[in-house]
């Protein structure tokens, strides 16, 4: 069957879930956590 759903990646739940609703881009999570920006948006 084709009609498989693909499951989200992390960095969409992490988008969709907090970083939108608190009003935050990736890279403002990352710079406040001391991380490189790309390792929010990782899947």
Do not use: C, H, W
Request: proline share 12%; aromatic share 4%; net charge negative.
């Amino acid at each position: 069957m084709s009609d498989r759903l693909v499951p989200p990646t992390p960095g969409e739940l992490l988008e969709e879930k907090f970083l939108k609703p608190m009003g935050i881009s990736q890279y403002q999570l990352a710079n406040e956590a001391g991380m490189p920006a790309q390792r929010t948006g990782q899947a």
